[in-house]
């Protein structure tokens, strides 16, 4: 009797493990697809969006996970979150977006289910941003001389020239006439008076800097020399 007693209880507990994790029938397992592996074994994001503004999905930290399950109703994905329901987009295409977590702790470590027939399912990490951690500084001539290369810095942090306008993301000092923000790199004297030419051409470099993914603008670091992260082709250093 002891030993039908331990069998029974080993199958109820088999059985609700799986009805809690797998929702669905189908699963796939992320491998670390949108990711690139360092030399060293460490990972980072392929892409690396930052900003509404910028085109992110929102703002902040952040990854956003894609199912691809073609004639699938429903899915959910599980990972250090717990298990959330995935949101379906098109025919068979579910996202979901989940806070910032290590690269590294990812691949083997979440799963996605879905239901309808066994498809060549893929999950991977379409984009994300990492959290702003590190003070940077680029100066303003940073900015203008990377344009004349191509892939530049202006690509990396997704702005093409010449830019917003300088009122609407910066404005303080406030322009009399409407300069993006490469009119200012290219002319600081011509939209500010004599004692605002400089703050706001510094402001240029202070606001773009502020868009590399994973840093953020420091003051403390103005004027300093090998304090920008990229080079001048716009990769990490």
């Excluded at 579910?94 to 879905?114: D, E, H, M, Q, R």
């Excluded at 322009?175 to 510094?202: E, H, I, M, R, W």
Aim: hydrophobic share 40%; with cysteine; charged share 10%.
């Amino acid at each position: 009797m002891k030993k039908i007693v331990v069998i029974f209880t080993t199958l109820v507990l088999l059985v609700f493990v799986s009805t809690t994790v797998f929702a669905y029938a189908n699963s796939v397992t992320y491998t670390g697809q949108g990711l690139i592996q360092d030399l060293d074994g460490s990972y980072f994001l392929r892409d690396e969006i930052c900003g509404i503004q910028n085109g992110a999905d929102v703002d902040g930290p952040y990854l956003l996970w894609v199912l691809t399950a073609t004639g699938s109703a429903n899915a959910d994905i599980t990972g250090p979150w717990g298990t959330v329901s995935m949101t379906k987009f098109g025919n068979g295409t579910f996202k979901y977006i989940s806070a910032w977590y290590s690269p590294g702790s990812l691949p083997g470590n979440v799963v996605a289910t879905y239901d309808g027939k066994a498809k060549n399912a893929q999950l991977t990490i379409s984009h994300g941003c990492r959290p702003k951690q590190i003070g940077a500084w680029c100066s303003p001539g940073f900015w203008l001389n990377t344009l004349r290369f191509n892939p530049n810095a202006w690509n990396t942090i997704g702005v093409t020239p010449p830019g917003p306008y300088y009122n609407d993301v910066i404005g303080d000092p406030w322009a009399s006439d409407t300069p993006t923000l490469l009119d200012v790199l290219n002319n600081k004297s011509a939209y500010f008076g004599p004692t605002d030419q400089g703050a706001a051409f510094n402001a240029v470099g202070a606001y773009l800097t502020d868009l590399i993914p994973g840093y953020a603008f420091d003051p403390a670091l103005v004027g300093t020399s090998d304090s920008c992260p990229l080079d001048a082709h716009g990769n990490f250093k």
